[in-house]
């Protein structure tokens, strides 16, 4: 089925550094939703954005919807080494599902 | 936002059986969905449960292989027919009220199919 691309899929980062990721799509997007996926558990809602441009934070994240509508950015401050999961944007066009991305691997070296 | 619990949390079944897991709400919800990942994939739609009709499958998807039940509107099951072990995944319950979009999931069932 139809995916978003995730930038980058996977990434090592030394704790406390700065964390980027980007996702995007041919595709107009009305809701762009952020989760984190732990190893065996379901994924978790980090962040929602419902208008182009918003920039929502949520403790060390922030996410923001891109201004076309096609793409959306998540960043994580400081990054610790909870932080570890997979994280997955995940687009809504208005129909009755979401389309979700191909995911970011995040490592954090301690 | 909602609590969903799933079960069983895991199971290991043999080629040719079937397993049904169980999606339990504590709220009445009004969209549920069933999503399959499988191992080091993202998350694909199999189908949305309707409560009190047959539900919505996506492509590649089917009612004989993966039958679905939503009798009310806070429980809905999935079977997984005739597995063999490609089917090996994990099986993951969501649920949306309308107006919100926004999704929550439940913690996932991981089948291995031997």
């Known amino acids: 089925g139809q995916q978003l691309n995730q930038s980058p899929q996977s990434m090592f980062i030394q704790e406390g550094e700065d964390v980027s990721m980007n996702c995007t799509s041919s595709s107009i997007f009305n809701t762009w939703l952020w989760y984190k996926q732990d190893p065996g558990e379901g994924p978790v809602l980090l962040i929602a954005?419902?208008?182009?441009?918003e920039l929502t934070s949520n403790g060390r994240l922030t996410a923001q919807f891109g201004i076309t509508r096609k793409d959306s950015f998540l960043n994580i401050s400081a990054s610790i080494p909870s932080d570890v999961g997979i994280y997955f944007c995940?687009?809504?066009?208005?129909?009755?599902?979401?389309?979700f991305g191909t995911g970011t691997r995040l490592k954090v070296l301690a | 936002s909602a609590v969903i619990s799933q079960k069983p949390s895991r199971d290991i079944c043999q080629r040719g059986t079937s397993l049904t897991i169980q999606c339990q709400v504590d709220?009445?919800?009004?969209?549920m969905f069933w999503y399959r990942q499988q191992p080091g994939q993202s998350l694909t739609l199999i189908a949305t449960?309707?409560?009190?009709?047959?539900?919505?499958?996506e492509s590649g998807f089917v009612i004989d292989k993966f039958p679905i039940s939503r009798p009310n509107l806070t429980f809905s099951t999935l079977t997984v027919s005739n597995m063999s072990p490609e089917d090996s995944s994990i099986y993951l319950c969501?649920?949306?009220?309308?107006?919100?979009?926004?999704?929550?999931f439940g913690p996932g069932t991981r089948l291995l199919v031997l």
């Open positions: 709220s009445q919800v009004t969209m």
């Open positions: 969501s649920v949306e009220d309308v107006g919100q979009e926004t999704q929550y």
């Open positions: 954005l419902y208008k182009a441009g």
């Open positions: 995940a687009g809504h066009p208005g129909t009755y599902k979401y389309i």
């Open positions: 449960a309707n409560q009190g009709s047959e539900a919505t499958y």
